[in-house]
């Protein structure tokens, strides 16, 4: 049973950064990918980035490019989303999720999901 944990969510002021933390069990992730999502209250969820797990190539959308940072540990089944000149903007609650195939931002093709941790950025 795959199992994904997130942490790393807190409080902090605009400018400030944090670093989120997926824990991943349960898979072999040769060929995957793991995505970062993010949702707002009264908003849609939206992916934030994504890393191959075996080639390490990355992706985002315009609205974190240069502030967020993907990436992983094989070795500890691990992704880390590192956010810096965090925004109030970026406040939602941060999910990540297992995509089982080639790239995608479409959140219905991912298959795994964590619970999900708050990240709140005051200004």
């Known amino acids: 049973q795959v199992q994904l944990v997130e942490s790393g969510g807190g409080l902090v002021q605009a400018g400030g950064s944090l670093r989120l933390s997926c824990a991943a069990s349960?898979?072999?992730?040769?060929?995957?990918?793991m995505g970062w999502f993010r949702q707002a209250p009264g908003k849609e969820r939206e992916f934030v980035a994504a890393i191959s797990w075996s080639r390490g190539w990355t992706y985002y959308p315009d609205s974190v490019k240069g502030r967020f940072t993907i990436s992983r540990d094989n070795a500890k089944n691990t992704v880390y989303l590192q956010m810096t000149s965090l925004k109030p903007e970026d406040t939602a609650v941060y999910y990540c999720?297992?995509?089982?195939?080639?790239?995608?931002?479409?959140?219905?093709?991912?298959?795994?999901w964590g619970q999900g941790t708050q990240v709140t950025v005051s200004s």
């Open positions: 349960g898979h072999t992730f040769n060929s995957d990918f």
């Open positions: 999720a297992v995509r089982c195939g080639s790239m995608t931002m479409a959140i219905s093709e991912y298959k795994y």
